[in-house]
């Protein structure tokens, strides 16, 4: 399957942005997903995950209360809105896909097998 990523930008500390994963190639509808962001100075880390049916999602404690994923899958479409930014949530996000993972909020970036091309959320102060 191949995701593509978007809705990064340039946002003021307190706003709001939704990223979007869309795939092709194959439907999303078996896949658990997951957004992962990484900066020049960190290993990539997640921060949502949804399994496949979305009934389970999975949050980083740094971005709970603020962040929202989601998934339609009859648009072979994965969601992160993203309120309340920090300076801290500075990074390129990236979205995740996979048939086999085991879903929670502390999966490493290996367990996933497929990769969007990562879209840019810059935060300012």
């Known amino acids: 399957v191949q995701l593509q990523a978007s809705g990064g930008g340039s946002v003021q500390a307190g706003g709001s942005l939704r990223l979007s994963c869309a795939a092709s190639?194959?439907?999303?509808?078996?896949?658990?997903m997951a957004w992962f962001r990484q900066d020049p100075w960190k290993e990539r880390e997640i921060v949502a995950a949804?399994?496949?049916?979305?009934?389970?999602?999975y949050y980083a404690d740094s971005v709970k209360g603020r962040f929202t994923i989601s998934r339609d899958n009859a648009k072979n479409t994965v969601y992160l809105q993203m309120n309340s930014l920090e300076p801290d949530d500075t990074a390129v996000y990236y979205c995740?896909?996979?048939?086999?993972?085991?879903?929670?909020?502390?999966?490493?970036?290996?367990?996933?097998?497929?990769w969007g091309q990562g879209t840019l959320v810059t935060v300012s102060s």
């Open positions: 190639g194959r439907t999303l509808t078996h896949h658990h």
């Open positions: 949804i399994t496949w049916s979305g009934d389970r999602v």
């Open positions: 995740a896909a996979s048939t086999t993972v085991i879903v929670s909020a502390s999966t490493s970036a290996r367990s996933y097998a497929n």
